[in-house]
């Protein structure tokens, strides 16, 4: 493996294809929409860039050398790549999708039965770590990179997964939001946690515990085998924490604000008119 791939590995135009018929029916149909829910609940202009930001994170981690040179070559760049299209990517998808798309969606009562039952917290959040650990035991990576066909599909499942994980943390649905803010820091919180096995044992590992990337003639990078191994679990470690407090942050935030507002409305501030009468009254006085 000394010769990196061609423009259509490093690049792959296919999926640059996709992403850009994605972008613009989004552009086209959700963003103009013509229906009367479309009008009622319009997309602002940062709910537009958060889903464009997602859509080329995607490409960037599933279409550019990250994906190569992570099949192939780096195994801390395929941590990268995980980091991106499954902890952020769907962050920013959700936050773009106005809740009138997802509701039309619920119009289906098989989808809706099969989406209320899959992000109910706890299944949500169990099923993604769940496959997410199972996919970096090395019998199972290892057959993975080496077969194409069950390599798309297992990826497909830990994105739809991912989606799926984040949804009771972003739900743009107010009927389907089951998780207040404190509940939902707790949630991600426990995120935080259901993953740390999986880094520590690629951390602590004294020995290369993925074959494909064993004995990889690397042109670029100075790095031994181990090391680079050991690397992609502290990356993904390190961006974890730093995702998972970051939404922490928002979510707080938002609750305290939430909070001030609330109080403000209880205990609204004496206008000048009373403060002017209360001054009379203690002249008065």
Known sequence: M??????????????????????YSYGRFVV?????????????????????????????????PINYIGHHYLFSMH???????????PIFIWLGTPAWLVRSCMKNIVFRGLFSFFTRP?????????????????FIMDYLMKNDIPLLA????????????????FCPLPELNRLNDLKKMAYI????????????????????????????????????????????GVIMKILQEIIYGATLAYIFFRWYRRERKDDDELDPIPSQDSLNNQGGNWNRA
């Open 2 to 23: 000394s010769q990196i791939g061609g423009f259509f590995d490093l690049w792959n135009p296919v999926l640059l294809l996709i992403v850009i018929v994605i972008g």
């Open 32 to 64: 103009k929409g013509n229906g009367s829910a479309a009008k009622s609940e319009p997309i602002s202009i940062s709910q537009q860039l958060l889903f464009y930001a997602g859509l080329i994170l995607f490409y960037i981690g599933q279409g550019s």
């Open 79 to 89: 941590m990268l790549q995980q980091t991106i299209l499954y902890l952020i990517v």
């Open 122 to 138: 706890l299944i949500a959040l169990f099923m993604f770590n769940m496959l997410f650990s199972i996919y970096h035991m090395p």
């Open 154 to 169: 297992y990826h497909t499942l830990l994105l739809v997964t991912a989606f799926i994980m984040w949804f009771p943390v």
């Open 189 to 232: 919180f426990g995120n935080g946690v259901l993953l740390t096995p999986a880094c520590a044992l690629i951390i602590f590992a004294d020995s290369i515990i993925y074959d494909m990337y064993d004995n990889v003639t690397v042109p670029f990078a100075h790095l031994s085998p181990l090391d680079d191994q050991q690397l992609g």
